[in-house]
C-alpha cells in the first residue's frame, strides 16, 4: 500500500524546526524559568492509571533476572504471552489490562524499545523472546513509571495497554563509584541458579560542563532442568514443556552530559547489550525432537542490542525544548527455526555437527522534537507541540522465506527486508480552568507506508472536590500498527492439519501467510475513578474499559486453496492470512491502599479485579491472566541503619480458552490456537511470600538478604493443551546481594 506523503510530513518536521530556531534565536537570553510549569504530559502523570517504582523501591525487591518480576507488582501488570493458549509458556512478558504484551511499549528514558520485533511471529503471535524490559540492569536504574489506560495514548503506536518507561540513573556532579553484587539459590537444585555483578562510575570531567556516566553487568541464570515438568519416570518423552530457559547478559553503556550554556544541555548515550540462552526445550507446541533434545544446555539464541541516542534540552524564559536523534540496532542470531507442522519455531537438524545460526536484523532511526509553552490566554495553559519521524526496517532471510510444498502456488514476490516509514505529530494542552479543575485534550495523528493515517484523541481530567479528595479520569483512542511480519506478504508458515482452522481434504495441510492490506488495532480506553491523600494516607479506587477492534489473528477463513502439480487436480492446500478479528473487551477496577501505621512502620497495597478480557468473536479471553490480583507489602525501618521488607502476592483463578473456535476444533482443527481438544484446566488461586531485611554497615558498604516463596508454592507447566498451566512459579529461594561504592 503507497501513499504519497511528502508534503504532510513537511508539516510534521515544523515543531522540530522551531524547536532547532528557537534554540539559537534566544540563546542570548541563557536564563531559566523562574516560574515552575506542569506541562500536559506531567499533568497525565498524575492520572489514577500511572504507578511509579523509584530507586529506594528497586533496591528493596531486587529482581532475579528482569524488572517485569518488579513491574509485575503494580495494578493492572501482568506477565503472560500473547494467547491464552501458552506457547513459549515461560517467555511470559509485560501485560498490561490484559491487553497483551505486544501493546505493551517499553521506553528507556522516554525512548521506545522495540528490539522484540526482530522474533518472527508464531501461528498464534507469540515470539521467541522475552521482551525489552531486560536490557538495562537493574542497579542502573533511577525509576520506573507504568502508565495505563488513557494517560498512555498519547506515545503512539502500541501503547493502547500502557507504557513502561525506564528512567535511568543521571550524570553525578560528584566522582561516585560502587560495584554490585547478586547471587540467587533455589531450595530445588531442578531450578536455575543466578549470580549476576555490576560497576558504576560517575563524575565530572570538566566541573560543571562535561559530566560522565559508565556502568557494566554482567549476569548468569543458570536454566531449569528439563525435566522439571516431567509427569512420568521414564523421563523420555519428546512432548515434555520446559522450565525456565538459562539467560546470559552483558551489558555496557554510558552516558555524556554537556552543559553548553545555563540554558542548554546536549546528552549522549550509548549502550551495548548481549542477551543468550541456556535452551531447555522451549517451543510453540509444546513438543519436542531428537534434535532439539540433544541441544539443552548450549545456547540457541543471542541478541545483540545498539543503541545511540543524542539529546538537546532547552530552558528559556518563554518555555522549553526537547530534541532527540536516535538509532537502535538489534540482531537476533537464532538457530535455524523450522516453519511447518509441529516442529514449528523449533530448531532445524541440518545435518552439521554445529549449531547453524541465521540473523534476523531489525534497525530503527528515529527523530523526536517537543515545545513546552506555557501562557495566559483567559486560565493559564501549557501548551506542548510535537512532532516524530521514524523509520524501521527488517532484515530477515530465514524467518520470511517461503516454505512451501511442491505443487502450492503462490503468486507474490518474496521480500525478506521489509520496511517501516511513519511519522506524527501531536498537540496537548494543560489548562488550569480553576486552582482545583485542570483539564488536557490531546490530539495526535500518525500516517505510515502501511495502514495510512490515524487521528488518536484524548482528553484527561482532574478534580480537587475537596483538599483531601479528587477525581480523576480521561478517555482516549490508542491504536497499533501491524508489525513487520504481519503485514509482509513473504511471510509464510504451514500446518499439515492440526494447526487449520478449516479441514483440509485429505489432512494435507495448510499455510499461513503475511497481509499487507491489515489495518491498525485500535481501542478506545476509558478511565474514572476517586483519590484520597491525607497526612501519608493515600486511598484511590479506578474503573477501566477498553474497547479493542480490529485485534491481528491468524486468519480462519480460507482465501484460496492451491493446486497440486501432479495433474493439476483441483482442491490441495488451504491458504490463510492474518486478519483483523472484529471486537475484543478489557474491563476491570484497580486500587491502591498506603498506611502509615507509625513513623517506622507502611503498609502498602494494589489490587486488580477483572470483570472481563475477551476477544468477542470466539469468547475466550485475551490472554491467561488472573480474575484479580492483590500485592502487599509492609515496611519496617526500626533504625537509619537497618529496614526490613514483608510482601506478599495473591493470584485468583485464571482460566484457559474454553470455547472451541470453530466446529471441527474437537476432531482435528484449532484455528490456530493450540492442538486437538480443550482440556479446560484452570489454575486455582495461590499466595506467594517473601521477606527481605538491609543493612547499611557505613556509607560505603551495603548488604541485603532475603527469601522469595517462603511456603514454596509452585506452579508447573502442563503437558496439555488448553491449560491455564501455561509457564513455571520459582518456589522456594534464598538471596543476597552486596553493594560497594565510593
Known amino acids: 500500500m503507497n501513499y504519497y506523503t511528502f508534503p504532510l510530513f513537511k508539516l510534521a518536521l515544523i515543531p522540530l524546526?522551531?524547536?532547532?530556531?528557537?534554540?539559537?534565536?534566544?540563546?542570548s537570553d541563557a536564563a531559566k524559568l523562574n516560574d515552575i510549569y506542569v506541562t500536559a504530559?506531567?499533568?497525565?502523570?498524575?492520572?489514577?492509571?500511572?504507578?511509579?517504582?523509584?530507586?529506594?523501591?528497586?533496591?528493596?525487591?531486587?529482581?532475579?533476572?528482569?524488572?517485569?518480576?518488579?513491574?509485575?507488582?503494580?495494578?493492572?501488570?501482568?506477565?503472560?504471552?500473547?494467547?491464552?493458549?501458552?506457547?513459549?509458556?515461560?517467555?511470559?512478558?509485560?501485560?498490561?489490562?490484559?491487553?497483551?504484551?505486544?501493546?505493551?511499549?517499553?521506553?528507556?528514558?522516554?525512548?521506545?524499545?522495540?528490539s522484540r520485533s526482530s522474533a518472527r511471529m508464531s501461528w498464534r503471535g507469540e515470539r521467541n523472546t522475552i521482551g525489552d524490559s531486560n536490557w538495562v540492569p537493574a542497579a542502573e536504574i533511577q525509576s520506573i513509571e507504568v502508565i495505563r489506560g488513557p494517560a498512555a495514548a498519547r506515545y503512539g503506536s502500541g501503547a493502547a495497554g500502557g507504557v513502561v518507561n525506564i528512567v535511568t540513573k543521571k550524570v553525578s556532579n560528584e566522582f561516585h563509584g560502587s560495584i554490585d553484587a547478586y547471587i540467587n539459590r533455589p531450595a530445588d537444585n531442578q531450578e536455575g541458579e543466578t549470580n549476576r555483578i555490576g560497576f558504576d562510575l560517575s563524575g565530572p570531567i570538566f566541573k560543571d560542563k562535561l559530566g560522565f556516566r559508565l556502568y557494566g553487568n554482567f549476569n548468569h541464570t543458570a536454566a531449569d532442568s528439563p525435566f522439571i515438568n516431567q509427569r512420568d519416570l521414564t523421563k523420555n518423552s519428546k512432548s515434555m514443556v520446559a522450565g525456565q530457559e538459562g539467560l546470559i547478559n552483558k551489558d555496557v553503556g554510558g552516558r555524556l552530559a554537556w552543559r553548553l550554556s545555563p540554558a542548554q544541555t546536549l546528552t549522549f548515550d550509548g549502550s551495548f547489550s548481549r542477551q543468550g540462552n541456556r535452551y531447555n526445550g522451549d517451543g510453540p507446541n509444546n513438543m519436542q525432537?531428537?534434535?532439539?533434545?540433544?541441544?539443552?544446555?548450549?545456547?540457541?539464541?543471542?541478541?545483540?542490542?545498539?543503541?545511540?541516542?543524542?539529546?538537546?534540552?532547552?530552558?528559556?524564559?518563554?518555555?522549553?525544548?526537547?530534541?532527540?536523534?536516535?538509532?537502535?540496532?538489534?540482531?537476533?542470531?537464532?538457530?535455524?527455526?523450522?516453519?511447518?507442522?509441529?516442529?514449528?519455531?523449533l530448531c532445524q537438524d541440518l545435518g552439521t555437527e554445529n549449531i547453524h545460526y541465521t540473523d534476523s536484523v531489525l534497525t530503527t532511526k528515529r527523530l523526536t522534537g517537543e515545545v513546552h509553552l506555557p501562557f495566559e490566554l483567559g486560565v493559564a495553559h501549557v501548551l506542548t507541540i510535537g512532532?516524530?519521524?521514524?523509520?524501521?526496517?527488517?532484515?530477515?532471510?530465514d524467518g520470511l522465506r517461503r516454505t512451501i510444498l511442491p505443487g502450492a502456488i503462490y503468486p507474490a514476490t518474496v521480500n525478506y527486508t521489509p520496511s517501516l516509514s511513519s511519522w506524527a505529530a501531536y498537540i496537548e494542552d494543560n489548562v488550569s480552568l480553576s486552582n482545583a479543575f485542570s483539564?488536557?485534550?490531546?490530539?495526535?495523528?500518525?500516517?505510515?507506508?502501511?495502514?495510512?493515517?490515524?487521528?488518536?484523541?484524548?482528553?484527561?481530567?482532574?478534580?480537587?472536590?475537596?483538599?483531601?479528595?479528587?477525581i480523576k479520569g480521561g478517555i482516549a483512542r490508542a491504536y497499533k500498527v501491524p508489525n513487520l511480519y504481519q503485514s509482509t506478504d513473504s511471510y509464510m508458515l504451514y500446518s499439515r492439519g492440526n494447526g487449520c482452522a478449516t479441514s483440509s481434504g485429505g489432512g494435507r495441510g495448510c499455510y499461513l501467510i503475511g497481509n499487507s492490506h491489515l489495518k491498525a488495532e485500535t481501542s478506545i480506553n476509558k478511565e474514572l475513578g476517586f483519590e484520597f491523600s491525607r497526612n501519608g494516607y493515600l486511598a484511590s479506587l479506578a474503573y477501566f474499559r477498553n474497547d479493542y477492534k480490529n485485534k491481528i489473528e491468524a486468519g480462519r477463513q480460507i482465501i484460496f486453496t492451491g493446486i497440486i502439480a501432479q495433474g493439476g487436480r483441483p482442491g490441495?492446500?488451504?491458504?490463510?492470512?492474518?486478519?483483523?478479528?472484529?471486537?475484543?473487551?478489557?474491563?476491570?477496577?484497580?486500587?491502591?491502599?498506603?498506611?502509615?501505621?507509625?513513623?517506622?512502620?507502611?503498609?502498602?497495597?494494589?489490587?486488580?479485579?477483572?470483570?472481563?478480557?475477551?476477544?468477542?468473536?470466539?469468547?475466550?479471553?485475551?490472554?491467561?491472566?488472573?480474575?484479580?490480583?492483590?500485592?502487599?507489602?509492609?515496611?519496617?525501618?526500626?533504625?537509619?541503619r537497618w529496614d526490613t521488607l514483608l510482601t506478599y502476592t495473591f493470584y485468583g483463578r485464571q482460566k484457559p480458552r474454553m470455547v472451541p473456535?470453530?466446529?471441527?476444533?474437537?476432531?482435528?482443527?484449532?484455528?490456530?490456537?493450540?492442538?486437538?481438544?480443550?482440556?479446560?484446566?484452570?489454575?486455582?488461586?495461590?499466595?506467594?511470600?517473601?521477606?527481605?531485611?538491609?543493612?547499611?554497615?557505613?556509607?560505603h558498604f551495603n548488604i541485603r538478604a532475603g527469601m522469595t516463596n517462603i511456603f514454596n508454592k509452585r506452579i508447573f507447566a502442563s503437558t496439555l493443551r488448553g491449560t491455564a498451566y501455561t509457564y513455571n512459579e520459582r518456589g522456594r529461594a534464598l538471596w543476597a546481594n552486596m553493594k560497594v561504592s565510593f
Open 17 to 27: 524546526l522551531v524547536n532547532c530556531s528557537f534554540a539559537y534565536a534566544t540563546e
Open 41 to 114: 504530559e506531567k499533568q497525565v502523570k498524575q492520572s489514577l492509571g500511572v504507578s511509579k517504582i523509584d530507586a529506594e523501591d528497586i533496591a528493596r525487591k531486587i529482581p532475579v533476572n528482569d524488572i517485569s518480576e518488579l513491574i509485575r507488582t503494580m495494578p493492572g501488570v501482568n506477565l503472560t504471552g500473547n494467547t491464552a493458549s501458552g506457547q513459549y509458556g515461560n517467555k511470559r512478558q509485560i501485560d498490561i489490562r490484559g491487553m497483551g504484551p505486544e501493546n505493551t511499549l517499553i521506553m528507556i528514558d522516554g525512548r521506545p524499545v522495540t
Open 289 to 345: 525432537t531428537d534434535y532439539t533434545k540433544s541441544l539443552w544446555g548450549k545456547e540457541t539464541r543471542r541478541i545483540y542490542r545498539q543503541s545511540l541516542a543524542l539529546t538537546h534540552e532547552g530552558v528559556w524564559n518563554w518555555g522549553d525544548t526537547k530534541l532527540v536523534a536516535q538509532y537502535d540496532k538489534t540482531t537476533n542470531s537464532h538457530c535455524s527455526e523450522a516453519l511447518a507442522g509441529g516442529p514449528e519455531g
Open 387 to 397: 512532532a516524530e519521524y521514524q523509520h524501521d526496517k527488517l532484515d530477515d532471510p
Open 439 to 470: 483539564l488536557v485534550p490531546m490530539l495526535r495523528y500518525d500516517h505510515n507506508t502501511k495502514t495510512g493515517g490515524n487521528f488518536s484523541p484524548a482528553l484527561n481530567m482532574a478534580w480537587q472536590i475537596h483538599p483531601n479528595w479528587r
Open 572 to 640: 490441495g492446500y488451504d491458504y490463510f492470512e492474518w486478519t483483523n478479528t472484529r471486537k475484543a473487551v478489557v474491563e476491570g477496577l484497580e486500587g491502591n491502599l498506603t498506611l502509615p501505621l507509625t513513623d517506622k512502620l507502611k503498609w502498602v497495597s494494589n489490587f486488580t479485579y477483572m470483570f472481563n478480557s475477551k476477544n468477542k468473536d470466539t469468547g475466550n479471553p485475551l490472554s491467561v491472566i488472573p480474575k484479580y490480583t492483590i500485592n502487599s507489602s509492609l515496611s519496617w525501618t526500626p533504625t537509619e
Open 661 to 699: 473456535v470453530n466446529p471441527v476444533e474437537a476432531g482435528r482443527g484449532n484455528g490456530g490456537q493450540g492442538s486437538i481438544g480443550l482440556s479446560g484446566e484452570e489454575i486455582g488461586s495461590y499466595g506467594i511470600w517473601g521477606i527481605s531485611a538491609g543493612y547499611a554497615v557505613n556509607k
